[in-house]
């Protein structure tokens, strides 16, 4: 079958939900591309509650969240089901489904396609392939969704908030966490997390340290685990033996930029402060992008993205200048790496160690903000009013403030 | 006159995602005597529960039976001590509800006398 659209969304997670409800609003014509048979994508398993404060205003959980976004698409046609194979220069996008292969002509196309989680296999640990290593993601679906329990005894390899959530998640389901082990030496995660997912439960944090080795035959039975020295090489006579069956990965999360290979990535979509990829008519939003913090940002980004392609598409927002965005001193990542300085841009920050205070500086604009207990995982955000035209870069820069006083 | 036996505690509020640094001072009776850090009045009250009996929302799931899938997930409307989780969890893991069910059903009405409901976060279709 024939398609044709004003602007196709590929993936109907938060930020696709959100990219198809914002261009449809605008009042153009959409259609969702989604691999399942539902939309929601990873929420649909993150059943813990701290999602949609500032988006939805409400504390809600994430089926919960995916619900009240899926509940605005009710004219948006999705079709389920549906593996993209190929998107073509000439804005033909081409999927397959049950029922065979199709094509969409499109004018616009926002990429909303998620993350996927880095392997254990990825990581240079020694010790065979065996049964009980699990990705944080896996795992959790196994138990939230499909009523299986990976294993009796676990440690947990990485403490990014997947990885802190999940260790709350084993306790609760009675399968006992041994450790948290986290290569940097402050916890990967939201300081929230770290408190009602660890000590709530009295489980350890070991910071600076990793898993060296697995042993077992066919199942795991062994993890040995050390302190590493700031080169991330263990410290020998420093290691700890922890007899189980289950080790839980959270290493990390990559952005899925595919099929799309001819837009410029750096892992992700590099995307300007209105969504627009190197390739006028294709936007991205979320975690193909930047892996962000909160699924609230993920779905204002995904609005955005939305609504210029829209605008695009009805031919009222074409590609202007584009204002680099330069990582100055001890900035980690900021996104996105365009500005178009004629639009309102919200710039997302992560410093690259960790501050008491720290002063946020976007040079040549006159913008400082504070932020007290700076650290690499928490995302910092910086709005940014449109701005004159004639600068040609703009540099973002963190710094300890130091006070006047002391 | 401020005696030597005040405590103080460094908690991170978590009834929001900003997780502020909440610093509280009191006395060994309870007995509040400033808090500092926190962004808004929840922090505030986040603090002085935390001393004495910390509260949290339990998220789990719960079994299905005819729905399109095997669990729906569950949460306490509000948060409940934490000292009754593992009571809570053995209630629900003997629980099986029957599809349809839709966000927001009522499970359990005060659950445990706490006051809250535990309330169903996903809608299960039944099959
Ligand atoms: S004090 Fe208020 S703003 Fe800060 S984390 Fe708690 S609820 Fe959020």
């Not at chain 1, 913008?367 to 040609?392: C, G, H, Q, S, T």
Request: charged share 30%; proline share 4%; with cysteine.
């Amino acid at each position: 079958m024939k398609y044709k659209t004003d602007v196709v969304v590929i993936g109907g997670g938060a930020a696709g939900m959100a990219a198809a409800y914002r261009a449809k609003k605008e009042g153009v014509d959409v259609i969702l591309l989604e691999r399942d048979e539902d939309t929601g994508g990873v929420l649909n398993q993150c059943i813990h509650n701290g999602f949609g404060l500032q988006y939805f205003r409400k504390d809600l959980t994430g089926p919960e969240f995916k619900e009240y976004a899926k509940e605005r698409l009710e004219d948006i046609e999705i079709l389920f089901g549906t593996y993209v194979l190929e998107v073509r220069k000439d804005r033909t996008i081409v999927f397959v489904d049950k029922r065979g292969i199709h094509e969409i002509e499109t004018k616009a196309l926002v990429m909303a396609t998620g993350a996927r989680e880095r392997h254990f296999n990825s990581l240079p640990v020694p010790g065979k392939r065996i049964t009980g290593v699990f990705t944080a993601g896996l795992a959790q679906r196994f138990i939230n969704l499909e009523n299986l329990k990976p294993g009796s005894k676990a440690v947990i390899l990485g403490s990014g908030d997947i990885g802190l959530i999940m260790a709350r998640r084993l306790t609760l389901e009675g399968i006992k966490v041994e450790a948290v082990l986290e290569i940097m030496p402050y916890p990967g995660g939201l300081e929230r997390n770290v408190q009602q997912c660890l000590k709530d439960f009295d489980i350890p944090l070991y910071l600076s340290h990793t898993v060296t080795a697995i042993e077992g035959d066919r199942r795991l039975e062994k993890v040995i685990a050390a302190q590493v020295d700031y080169k991330w090489d263990p410290i020998p006579g420093t290691e700890k033996e922890f007899e189980v069956d289950t080790l839980i990965t959270s290493v990390g999360l990559i952005p899925q930029t595919k099929p799309v290979d001819f837009v410029e990535t750096d892992p992700g979509f590099l995307v300007s402060n209105t969504n627009q990829t190197s390739e006028d008519w294709i936007f991205a939003a979320g975690n193909c992008t930047v892996i962000f913090d909160l699924v609230d940002y993920v779905a204002k980004e995904g609005e955005k993205a939305g609504k210029y392609a829209a605008l695009y598409a009805r031919g009222e927002y074409k590609k202007g200048k584009k204002v680099k965005v330069r990582k100055g001193d001890n900035i980690g990542i900021v996104h996105p790496v365009y500005i178009d300085p004629t639009q309102e841009s919200t710039l997302y920050i992560r410093v690259s160690r960790v501050f008491d205070r720290a002063s946020i500086k976007v040079l040549p604009l006159d913008v400082e903000v504070i932020e007290d207990e700076a650290r690499p995982p928490e995302m910092i955000v910086v709005k940014l009013k449109p701005f004159d035209e004639n600068i040609d870069e703009i540099e973002v820069m963190a710094d300890e403030l130091i006070s006047k006083l002391g | 006159m401020s005696s030597s036996q005040n405590l103080v505690k460094e908690l991170t509020c978590v009834r929001c995602p900003l997780g502020c640094k909440v610093k509280i001072e009191y006395t060994e009776e309870l007995e509040v005597l400033n808090v500092s850090g926190n962004k808004c009045p929840r922090g505030r009250e986040y603090a002085i529960q935390e001393i004495s009996d910390p509260h949290r929302i339990l998220v789990t799931s719960v079994k299905v039976k005819k729905g399109k899938y095997l669990l729906a997930s569950v949460k306490t409307t509000d948060a409940i001590p934490l000292r009754l989780f593992d009571e809570a969890m053995k209630i629900i893991e003997k629980l099986e509800i029957e599809a349809p069910v839709k966000r927001g059903d009522i499970i359990i009405k005060n659950f445990l006398e706490t006051g809250t409901d535990l309330i169903v976060t996903r809608s299960v279709e039944r099959l």
